[in-house]
């Protein structure tokens, strides 16, 4: 895949800064500090100038457009492959829109606009096929005269003479209505924890989680609110290491999702299990884990627990220490692991679970952060 960035010139506050996007939201948060936007969450820009070879972008100079749908338009084009960059350009040529709305939605309707190339009749006709079916076996590819399917939309007379090429429109494929010009719709190019939408009566959003606070907050606010909380959540879906997640996050409100989000894409290899583990250990001694600003809080905590999980009883958790503390095998005989695993556990107020042995191993920080969640009890 060959990525196409796309460059502008935007204005505002008589001040004017330049964007590559694709983009992150620490080059949003750039160009609104430098054309002296004070809130994070107001995007609307004018763009003055466009960097891209394709000449029907230049249209959007002078228009006023929202960062986050220009960054979509360039996030679209840069995971175009090569042929279906000279299909966007020639649709916009062939559709003539001057909107970015309808700009994006030629990027989905690619299949509309098939390119004859007289110099590959074969593989213009191939490709032909493919925008209308979008896959074929095989076997009938090897059986088709491709050739003769190009010919045939050449002596049509209804291929149109491009500066880009011979183009024939394929008019059972419409154009898009994928993005309606006031809403994110879902592109999935980016790593997630949680894909999800969000809505406000009939509007509808697409959000990554974890994002930044600023990206929920523009998302509500284009769909009529100023609280993320007040939206509908329908998570779409996930990326989690275990399946046991997916009941967590289940009817929370967005920000805590994306809280939830965060902790996950923080956890390191192995942290996931331990979770799971210390999770099972609070919640049958505790309470409180169906409350996922718990689950958080817990999360932020994990390394105050001790978790290992090969160790089912007293004796496996006595061996498992002394190995842990690189005592020689040769003394293993002085020592009564079954012992020492049971005082062990009894000084981390431990337990063995399914998962292997949990216990405390930084009680003030435990015992606050128990204290503090909604709905547990706490300890003594």
Not at 55 to 68: K, R
Request: charged share 25%.
């Amino acid at each position: 895949m060959k990525g196409y960035m796309i460059g502008f010139a935007v204005s505002r506050n008589g001040l004017t800064s330049e964007i590559k996007c694709p983009c992150g939201e620490e080059d949003i948060s750039h160009v609104q500090d430098e054309l002296d936007i004070p809130y994070d969450t107001d995007t609307r820009v004018t763009v003055v100038g466009v960097d891209s070879d394709i000449e029907q972008l230049s249209i959007l100079e002078g228009q006023e457009v929202d960062l986050d749908f220009l960054n979509l338009l360039g996030r679209l084009m840069d995971g175009m492959m090569a042929d279906e960059y000279e299909q966007f350009r020639i649709g916009l040529y062939h559709e003539g829109f001057t909107d970015l709305r309808n700009i994006i939605n030629v990027t989905q309707s690619l299949g509309r606009y098939s390119i004859i190339d007289p110099n590959d009749l074969r593989q213009s006709g191939l490709d032909h096929e493919l925008n209308l079916r979008s896959g074929i076996p095989t076997d009938e590819i090897e059986k088709t005269d491709y050739v003769a399917v190009a010919q045939k939309l050449i002596d049509s007379g209804e291929c149109e003479k491009t500066p880009y090429g011979l183009l024939h429109v394929n008019k059972e494929v419409p154009v898009s209505d994928y993005f309606d010009g006031r809403h994110m719709p879902a592109y999935y190019d980016r790593d997630f924890q949680i894909a999800c939408s969000l809505s406000n009566g009939a509007d509808e959003e697409f959000v990554f989680l974890p994002c930044s606070s600023a990206e929920l907050m523009r998302a509500a606010r284009r769909l009529g609110t100023s609280f993320p909380y007040d939206l509908n959540v329908t998570i779409e879906d996930t990326n989690f290491k275990n399946d046991e997640l997916m009941k967590l996050p289940d009817g929370s409100d967005i920000n805590t999702m994306n809280g939830f989000a965060r902790l996950l894409d923080r956890f390191g290899k192995g942290d996931i299990e331990k979770f799971l583990a210390v999770l099972d250990y609070v919640d049958k001694y505790f309470g409180g884990t169906g409350d996922l600003r718990n689950v958080i809080r817990i999360g932020d905590n994990i390394h105050a627990f001790t978790f290992y999980p090969n160790a089912m009883g007293y004796e496996e958790l006595g061996w498992t220490l002394l190995e842990e503390q690189d005592v020689p095998e040769d003394l293993y005989k002085y020592f009564n692991a079954e012992v020492y695993g049971e005082d062990f556990l009894g000084e981390q107020a431990g337990r063995f679970t399914e998962r292997g042995y949990v216990g405390i191993n930084d009680y003030p920080r435990i015992k606050n952060c128990l204290r503090m969640t909604d709905g547990m009890g706490g300890m003594a």
